[in-house]
């Protein structure tokens, strides 16, 4: 579905990422794990189209992400940290984004809005939100249009436990709807029950992209953390 | 792109400033016309006051507001729009704004006091400044990530067209004095919009008799159909060249 070839991306002398091709399919739940500044979020904005590559090309569905914008259409993004027009209301944001994406008569998932309780919330600026209430509103975001593909950069971070569970539970919903998932997450405990293969990056490089099960298999460990603590160590 | 420019001209004008600027120009364009008692007088005072501000305010602003609506521009970027629609909607929002305030503030009492040619030109050509104004604004606020450095760039511009290049003509005219230079200033003053603006309305009022025998050389190409049109077609320009250049910045740019 989302096919990466050899895409390299440099900010200044740094190298974001360098020469990687990743092949997501659909029905999967992938996790992103990696060290800070391993370029995580970098790839993640490459296939948004956000950050533009210095080499390299990624296709969505076939088709090359450069000339066809289009297929932002399929995606549900959700930032690590949501920036919002500052002196808009949630219920203005959420009114735009309606406004500017939705076709007509496409179905709207407002699931989210209804359990994170934003409904009660609406009239309240953006400026004034917490870090964790800004969350909310990007993950309802992301869901809202019934993307093909979600696409959630450090979802839990900031949520608390009640809200955190909440989206893990929409999250293992969408995945058995057989939509593709890419996660960012550090919090691998929570990771466990959600996701089906893992990519790990290091340095701006893919390391390896496995299914869990084969990640068990071969560090013979039970639990995601432990099973990435053995792969770093043995590195 | 008609949804975009919606939502950028809703936000400018819940931002007080956009009103404030039409007042002030509402309120000094009806005292200089209630000042003179010649309504011709009048409006050569308001074509030295607005030559000033009208690029400075567009500028400022336009510059300021780039930079404020970064995370609307972020939140745009990842949603399925295309990026040449996202930053020709927010100029067009802005240049829209701009030349509707200009169009209350100076626009109304010109027409009332003054609706001759002359009044006319005035209008179009402060129309184009404050669109041309937008356009460099966002050229330098796409250039410069850093938002001090960004209207600090802006600022020096304005102090280039409003003071500067003059200097610099001046300079030149009284250095090289033996020589010919007088065609060579028609086209030199295609480099600065607000020279050209000045010299179209100058001339629309008999006025340039006062400028020498360069003013006879301006007005032998100015008062011209032919050297109108091509004014015009510098003025658009002026216009153009830094939308298409910020546009292609903006398509390459990591948000």
Redesign the interface.
């Known amino acids: 579905m989302i096919i990466a070839s050899n895409v390299s991306k440099r ?1 200044g002398k740094l190298k974001a990422l360098d020469n990687v091709s990743v092949t997501c399919v659909k029905g999967e739940c992938i996790a992103l794990i990696g060290p800070n500044g391993c370029g995580k979020t970098t790839l993640i ?1 490459s296939i ?5 590559s210095d080499s390299g090309f990624i296709t969505f569905n076939g088709k090359n992400i450069k000339h066809h ?5 399929n ?1 549900g ?1 959700m ?1 690590q940290i949501g ?6 209301t949630i219920g203005q944001v959420l009114d ?2 309606k ?3 939705s076709k007509k008569n496409a179905q709207l998932d407002e699931e989210l809005i209804n359990s994170f309780g934003l409904q009660e919330m609406m009239l309240k600026r953006m400026r004034t939100l917490s870090g964790g209430t800004r969350q909310k509103v990007s993950a309802a975001l992301a869901f809202l249009f019934n993307p093909e593909v979600l696409i959630l950069d450090e979802p839990t971070a900031g949520l608390d436990p009640v809200s955190s569970e909440i989206l893990k539970e929409k999250i293992i919903a969408e995945k058995n709807k057989g939509k593709l998932v890419l996660i960012t997450s550090h919090i691998l405990s929570e990771l466990d029950d959600l996701i089906s293969q893992v990519i790990y990056m290091q340095d701006g490089k893919l390391c390896f992209h496995k299914s869990i099960k084969d990640l068990r298999e071969d560090t013979g460990e039970e639990k995601l953390s432990k099973a990435i603590a053995n792969v770093m160590l043995n590195r | 792109m008609k949804k975009i420019i919606k939502y950028v001209i809703i936000d400018i004008l819940r931002n007080k400033i956009m009103l404030g600027y039409t007042v002030f120009l509402l309120l000094i364009s009806l005292s200089i016309f209630n000042l003179e008692d010649n309504s011709a007088k009048g409006l050569l005072s308001l074509l030295n006051i607005i030559l000033i501000i009208v690029p400075l305010v567009s500028l400022l602003f336009s510059a300021i507001y780039v930079y404020n609506s970064s995370e609307f521009l972020e939140l745009l970027v990842s949603q399925p729009l295309k990026r040449k629609t996202i930053w020709l909607s927010l100029f067009s929002g802005l240049a829209t704004s701009m030349a509707f305030a200009f169009v209350i503030g100076a626009g109304i009492p010109i027409m009332l006091y003054e609706p001759t040619a002359t009044g006319f030109m005035m209008l179009g050509t402060g129309l184009l400044l404050s669109v041309i104004f937008v356009a460099i604004a966002m050229l330098a606020a796409v250039m410069a990530r850093d938002k001090a450095k960004g209207i600090g760039v802006v600022i020096l511009l304005w102090l280039y067209f409003s003071i500067i290049f003059d200097g610099l003509i001046l300079f030149v005219l009284f250095q090289f004095a033996d020589y010919p230079l007088e065609k060579m200033m028609v086209g030199v003053v295609a480099f600065n919009p607000i020279d050209l603006s000045r010299i179209l309305i100058l001339l629309k009022m008999d006025v340039s008799a006062l400028m020498g025998y360069t003013g006879a050389i301006f007005k032998d190409f100015f008062g011209t159909q032919i050297g109108l049109i091509i004014s015009f077609c510098v003025l658009i320009t002026w216009v153009a060249i830094p939308t298409w250049l910020s546009l292609r910045r903006f398509n390459h740019k990591d948000l």
């Open positions: 900010f904005k948004l189209g956000m950050v533009v914008w289009q297929y932002r259409e995606i993004y930032p920036r919002y027009p500052e002196n808009m735009m984004m406004d500017i994406r």
